[in-house]
């Protein structure tokens, strides 16, 4: 069992930055591709981003191509998600997901594991 303790979030105005961070517990957080999904008010969990186990290749979704980046530190075994240009659309609880699949997973159903979700709000 894997749990994935997220931190960072809140409250920025429009064109600012947020981090955030993903720590998963145990020691084989290289062992699973992480990604991350967003969830507005209303509407379905979407997702932004991922990263691979090792080799650190990544994909994102249109929406937040240019300003978003993931990267991972499997050292520190933590992922960060850097969210800079924030939007108003970019208004979500973010959340943490881990995979067992190796590649590059843009579905829901292809995590394993769930953080409990980060709330972000960008005011205009």
């Known amino acids: 069992q894997v749990q994935l303790v997220e931190s960072g979030g809140g409250l920025v105005q429009a064109g600012g930055s947020l981090r955030l961070s993903c720590a998963p517990s145990?020691?084989?957080?290289?062992?699973?591709?992480m990604g991350w999904f967003r969830q507005a008010p209303g509407k379905e969990r979407e997702f932004v981003t991922s990263?691979?186990?090792?080799?650190?290749?990544?994909n994102y979704a249109d929406s937040v191509k240019g300003r978003f980046t993931i990267s991972r530190d499997n050292a520190k075994n933590t992922v960060y998600l850097q969210m800079n240009s924030l939007k108003p659309e970019d208004t979500a609880v973010y959340y943490c997901a881990a995979s067992k699949v190796p590649g590059l997973m843009t579905t829901r159903t292809a995590y394993d594991y769930w953080g409990q979700g980060r709330q972000v709000t960008v005011s205009s």
């Open positions: 990263i691979s186990r090792s080799t650190g290749i990544t």
């Open positions: 145990g020691r084989t957080f290289n062992s699973y591709a």
